[in-house]
């Protein structure tokens, strides 16, 4: 029952460099999502997708991409990382796009420095 | 303005107490409406979702009123357990198909 998985766990990076945050679910739900948390700021949501090979933007969507080729996989790529993306990044899926139970990733904790 | 708020807190109760938490939204096209819990430095889960009529869940209630577009959270007889983070988050019924979330309201159940 692994549900949602994200990889890694804790990253460090320096200004200028990219890297793909990995999140993957096995509940062949249709819809996935990327949030970033901050302290005082919630979660706001990145990117979104309502299935393969379909995503849209979200409140904080500047760089960062996203791509989903299957249903199971929604991996986030940062691509040239400032300290402004420092934060704690969730990737969430559910069987429906709001309406229905999120479940959550364990997070990404990302430092750049 | 945001487009779901929450009081931060921290509501610092002792065990046993009533709690109750508001959270407004500002989108009236909102049709689905949550509480998540996150307990420090976790993933946030599922609490309740909030429906129309109410709903209880143990000692937890949710309510819901449209017309002033909130929902609220109340929690009867505390327990150490309780504390954490309860978030709340709506949906629209159009555009954007994912949750919005509120910064949190943060509680500290003390013996």
């Known amino acids: ?113 | 303005r945001k487009e779901v708020e929450q009081d931060p807190g921290p509501f610092n109760v002792p065990e046993g107490a009533t709690v109750a938490f508001n959270c407004t939204y500002s989108n009236s096209a909102s049709q689905s409406f949550f509480w998540y819990r996150q307990d420090c430095r976790k993933e946030p889960k599922l609490l309740m979702s909030v429906y129309s009529s109410g709903n209880e869940d143990g000692r937890f209630t949710a309510q819901l009123n449209r017309a002033s577009q909130y929902i609220s959270l109340l929690i009867r007889d505390s327990k150490l357990s309780d504390s954490a983070t309860y978030l709340c988050a709506v949906n629209r019924a159009t555009g954007r198909r994912a949750l919005t979330f509120g910064s949190g309201t943060r509680l500290q159940v003390q013996p």
């Open chain 1, 1 to 113: 029952n692994a549900g949602v998985t994200q990889t890694p766990k804790f990253q460090v990076l320096k200004t200028g460099q990219s890297m793909t945050l990995q999140c993957a679910q096995d509940m062949n739900h249709e819809y996935m999502s990327w949030y970033r948390q901050d302290p005082g700021m919630g979660l706001r949501l990145i990117h979104y997708s309502v299935g393969a090979g379909i995503t849209d933007q979200g409140e904080v969507p500047n760089g960062y991409n996203v791509s989903r080729s299957t249903t199971e996989d929604f991996p986030l790529r940062l691509l040239s990382a400032a300290p402004s993306q420092t934060s704690v990044y969730f990737c969430a899926s559910s069987y429906g796009g709001g309406e229905a139970e999120a479940f959550f990733g364990q997070g990404t904790r990302l430092t750049v420095v």
